[in-house]
């Protein structure tokens, strides 16, 4: 699990199956990266090389770490787990979380780190063997590598006694800074001079070689993807923020009167369906920063803040979250990022719907990476959010999105033949009632899911799909009227606002 702001705190765990290191435990400088026998399982930022490719060097296995991650690293530790096979170890799960700003704090990271790696490994039915760790951090602007090393030693003998502390070695720490390398296991200067060595030319590699031909793609650093994320500033935001208090005085009036919440949800919908169809006809630049800028010119201020009131009532977001595959979700997830950035000023917490359903979409589309960063910034602006709880916990977990986009489609199917009010906001009074609640319903084919994944052997292959079967001896419970949440002076709210959902 990723934290959104980089501090200390569970670590994210990959699944088994990541490649495999040459040699019993490898020595310095020695790696093989394959594929394992039998179903592929579901990873976490690990891709799927192709052929077994064959790490040889401390310099190779320092290039291989963004293609193991996904991204450039900064700022970060990354503990690998080295699992024994035929004579080779092969890489198993890994962690990562940001350094700690304070090194009082890293041995205290360091055994979180360690615990959730190894603990998590055998969990799985897969012990951890050895480790290999690496600290990344870029040099200040005056500053060398060399006194990145220096400083990072300590952090560096904190994982290697957290890893010791629970039996299982650290067989090699790398520092990665400034485009070169160095070992905190290697006493040799012939092999790892104190000036380190370089890493070489990015994409100069095997590993990048065959990646590039496997499709996959090394993205920029995680700053470089929050970014995308991030609420805008100066006097766009002064406009957008005067926006966003028009349309809450017309679209919730004083009082918190829901009385609206049908024609706002329609209103809303039909909005969020122009925009969507506008996005997906306009081309995507090769820049990221500069494709999002093309991206916000189309969506005005009004627009942008009637849809963002419009989606803090939780059966709207779920309708728009059905926007979540085919040629609509590129177009989708642009909205979502775009409805993000104009989460200004006080209107900050609203950032938790339109990031959840980035989130979602970013899941449901394969990639992971900015899924989890998506919802983890989405419960950073709203930690009881619950919608992107579930998304978070689910993804990490490994399990497969299909579960949650059969659900989503059962919802949609029901909203389509029934009344637009019933479909987004419940039964008319009277009226007979779901099942379970929306929420109940999503996180209860959540937890079969991982339930499935743990009788069939642990997270190998993909789930199948279809709605998970009801326990015919189980009664049928029936839904509780939703609470009408509390508004306070201090909190701008939507209609139908409902921040636990």
């Known amino acids: ?6 501090t200390p705190g569970p670590g994210e765990r990959g699944r088994e199956d990541h490649g495999s290191a040459a040699g019993d435990h490898p020595a310095h400088g020695s790696a093989h990266l394959a594929r394992s026998p039998g179903p592929a399982a579901r990873l976490i930022d690990c891709p799927d090389f192709g052929d077994p490719i064959k790490l040889r060097s401390a310099a190779e296995l320092a290039d291989a770490l963004p293609y193991i991650l996904g991204f ?33 704090d890293w041995q205290a990271a360091a055994d979180e780190l360690a615990r959730s790696l190894v603990i998590g490994s055998r969990l799985r039915g897969c012990r951890a063997d050895a480790v290999i760790a690496f600290v990344c951090r870029e040099p200040a602007r005056d500053g060398a590598g060399r006194q990145v090393v220096e400083e990072l030693r300590p952090l560096a003998g904190a994982l290697r006694r957290a ?12 520092c990665l800074s400034g485009g070169s390398f160095w070992s905190f296991c290697c006493p040799d200067d012939r092999c790892c001079p104190p000036e380190g060595l370089p890493m070489g030319l990015p994409g100069s590699s095997v590993l990048a070689a065959a990646a590039a031909y ?6 920029g650093t995680l700053k470089d993807l929050r970014a995308r994320f991030a609420p805008w500033q100066g ?14 005085a017309a679209l919730m009036p004083p009082g918190g009167d829901r009385t609206g919440r049908p024609e706002v949800s329609e209103a ?13 006809a306009a081309p995507v630049a090769p820049d990221p920063a500069a494709a999002d800028r093309a991206d916000d010119a189309l969506l005005g201020h009004e627009d942008a803040a009637a849809l963002l009131i419009g989606l803090q009532d939780r059966g709207t977001r779920d309708r728009a979250a059905e926007w979540m595959e085919g040629p609509e979700a590129l177009g989708a997830l642009r909205l979502w990022r775009t409805l993000a950035r104009r989460c200004v000023g006080p209107y900050a917490h609203h950032a938790a719907a339109p990031l959840a359903l980035a989130g979602w979409v970013a899941w449901s589309t394969g990639d992971d990476l900015e899924a989890r960063e998506a919802l983890a910034m989405s419960l950073a602006a709203d930690p009881d959010y619950l919608f992107a709880r579930l998304l978070h916990k689910a993804c990490n977990d490994g399990l497969s999105p299909e579960t949650v986009r059969e659900c989503i489609r059962r919802e949609g199917s029901r909203s389509r033949t029934a009344g637009p009010a019933e479909a987004a906001h419940g039964p008319r009074p009277g009226a007979t009632a779901p099942a ?21 052997g642990g997270a190998r292959g993909p789930l199948p799909s279809g709605p998970p079967a009801r326990p015919k001896s189980r ?9 009408v949440p509390r508004t306070g002076p201090d909190r701008a709210a939507g209609p139908g606002d409902d921040r636990s959902e």
């Not at 700022?75 to 080295?82: N, R, S």
């Open 163 to 174: 890893c010791g502390t629970l039996g299982v070695p650290v067989v090699e720490a790398l």
């Open 72 to 104: 450039r690293p900064e700022d970060i530790v990354v503990l690998l787990a080295l699992h024994r096979q035929q004579g080779h170890s092969r890489f198993g799960g890994r962690v990562r979380v940001g350094i700690p700003s304070h090194p009082a």
């Open 475 to 483: 009664p049928r419970p029936t839904a509780r009227p939703r609470p």
């Open 268 to 280: 809303t919908l039909a909005r969020a369906r122009g925009a969507v169809s506008r996005l997906c």
């Open 235 to 248: 006097g766009a935001a002064r406009a957008q923020e005067a926006a966003l208090d028009l349309a809450r």
């Open 436 to 456: 379970l609640p929306r929420s109940a319903r999503t996180g209860a084919a959540l937890r079969r899911a991982k339930a499935r994944q743990r009788a069939s």
């Open 214 to 219: 496997a499709g996959i793609r090394v993205r």
């Open 1 to 6: 699990m990723t934290n959104h702001d980089d």
